[in-house]
């Protein structure tokens, strides 16, 4: 007996469309189903035990793409950072978005690794397999 096999018993004993199932009462869709669990009535107790998360909101950081050695695009205008609303394409947003790029990172082997496989890539290209 196959693992699938007994997984398609199973659903189609509780499948709608099967003319079988006309009459049988089927369960509730899965959303719905949790509610209904007896343990549900004791949720009132993460009030109590339980620090609640604070509500997220959505902070808007603005676009930054790379495009390549000294291109890329910046979309600042719906952002909600204190800056200039603006725009910026070619080498200034390149330049924006490496410093982003740079600044990020979180250990500073990193900081210092990045800028030379720039380095490297700049001298010998991204495409060594020729060497």
């Known amino acids: ?15 709608v469309v099967d003319e079988k199932n006309r009459d049988v009462e089927v369960p509730l869709p899965g959303n719905v189903t949790p509610a209904l669990m007896p343990w549900n ?35 600042l205008k719906k952002t909600d950072l204190p800056s200039p609303k603006t725009t910026m394409s070619g080498r200034a947003s390149y330049l924006v978005w490496s410093s982003t790029y740079l600044t990020k990172q979180l250990s500073i082997q990193n900081m ?20």
């Open 1 to 15: 007996l196959y693992l699938s096999e007994c997984f398609n018993k199973y659903y189609s004993k509780l499948d």
């Open 41 to 75: 009535a004791l949720s009132f107790l993460n009030k109590i035990l339980c620090k609640s998360a604070p509500e997220f909101q959505y902070k808007n950081r603005g676009a930054m793409a790379s495009m390549g050695f000294g291109g890329g695009v910046t979309d």
């Open 112 to 131: 210092i690794l990045i800028p030379m496989y720039w380095f490297k890539a700049l001298v010998f290209g991204r495409d060594i397999s020729r060497f």
